[in-house]
Every structure is written in C-alpha cells, then in structure tokens.
C-alpha cells in the first residue's frame, strides 16, 4: 500500500519563478528520501502561478518522515510557504478494491 499526497499552490503574484527553483531543489532532496517513491511538480497552463505537487510515499509514516526533514523544514516551511497565496494539501490512502 503507497500513500500519496497532492499538494496545491497559488504562488503570489510575480512569485512563481522564486518558487520553482525552490520547488525543484525540494524534489531533488525528497526523491533521495528512503521512503519517497514519487515526487512531482506540475505547474498550470492557464495561469504559471497555480502548482500541483503529486507526491508518493510508501507509508504514511514515510511522510511523516519527509515533514519531519531538514529539506522540507528549510525549503518548504521556511522558503516557499511565505511566497504562496494559497496552500492546500490532501493526503490519501488507496481504496480497498471490490470485486465483482
């Protein structure tokens, strides 16, 4: 079972091209995490200020762990959440599959 989060951002205005160096440094770091399977940054096509990070993890203690690290805290917390309008994170867990 994998645990993913999608995480979406609305930079300030005139933001986005500080964010986006930050948000590719975070990348890099989470992606060596032991836990990270997956770690993506899609930005909007109608307006470059919108973010989309798909991230997946193999446990949810996994990222707990990523939050817990020095990249997340410094990048993260430190550097882009102050540069963002808007921030909203959804964590989710796969759904148990029915069968027929």
């Known amino acids: ?3 993913v989060v999608i ?3 609305r930079t300030l205005p005139d933001a ?3 964010v986006l160096p930050l948000l590719d440094a975070m990348a890099t770091a989470s992606r060596a995490e032991e836990g990270c399977l997956g770690y993506r940054v ?3 096509t109608e307006d470059p200020r919108d973010l989309a990070l798909y991230e997946e993890y193999r446990t949810e203690a996994d990222f707990a762990a990523h939050c817990a690290s020095a990249h997340f805290q410094d990048l993260v917390l430190g550097k882009i959440v102050p540069l963002l309008e808007s921030r909203e994170v ?3 867990a796969p759904r148990a599959e029915v069968t027929a």
């Open 16 to 18: 986005q091209d500080t």
């Open 7 to 9: 995480a979406r951002y």
């Open 42 to 44: 899609h930005q909007g």
């Open 90 to 92: 959804l964590r989710c």
């Open 1 to 3: 079972m994998t645990y």
